[in-house]
């Protein structure tokens, strides 16, 4: 059972479907970008340009139903606001990001507290691109 009136609010997001593990994929790239954030709210990491330690999107030709997620969980989940602290205005990247992402998202998983970075392990995660 739904609320068709509601329907069309979500209608936008609705996409074919997107496998647990990708959805899952998008969480975890937010989450990384999430205490990446954080950690240099807490360091200075003005040293390392903004586009490097900043969620940039996907790209909307080739990772389409990633891309799409990622607006669903920001833009109505209302998720991740503090991505818009970084200037996050539009999630299409408009090139290829996935490579880039699961590159970084390796390092990440390998500090040893990933949920309280330090600033050597922002460097090393996103000179992993």
Known sequence: ????????????????????GDCEEVITILDMFRYIYYACSKYD?????????????????????????ARFIV?????????G??????????TPMLPKYRKMLEQWKSCEDPHQLTKKDVIRIVNAQ
Do not use: A
Not at 1 to 20: A, C, H, V
Not at 75 to 83: D, G, K, P
Not at 85 to 94: A, M, R
């Open 1 to 20: 059972m739904g609320y068709e009136w509601n329907y069309r609010d979500i209608s936008q997001y609705i996409q074919p479907s997107m496998e647990y």
């Open 45 to 69: 990491c003005s040293d390392i340009p903004l586009e490097f330690r900043r969620f940039q999107g996907f790209d909307g030709n080739e990772e389409t139903s990633y891309l799409n997620y």
């Open 75 to 83: 833009e109505q989940e209302h998720w991740y606001e503090e991505l």
């Open 85 to 94: 602290q970084n200037g996050i205005t539009d999630l299409n990247s408009h």
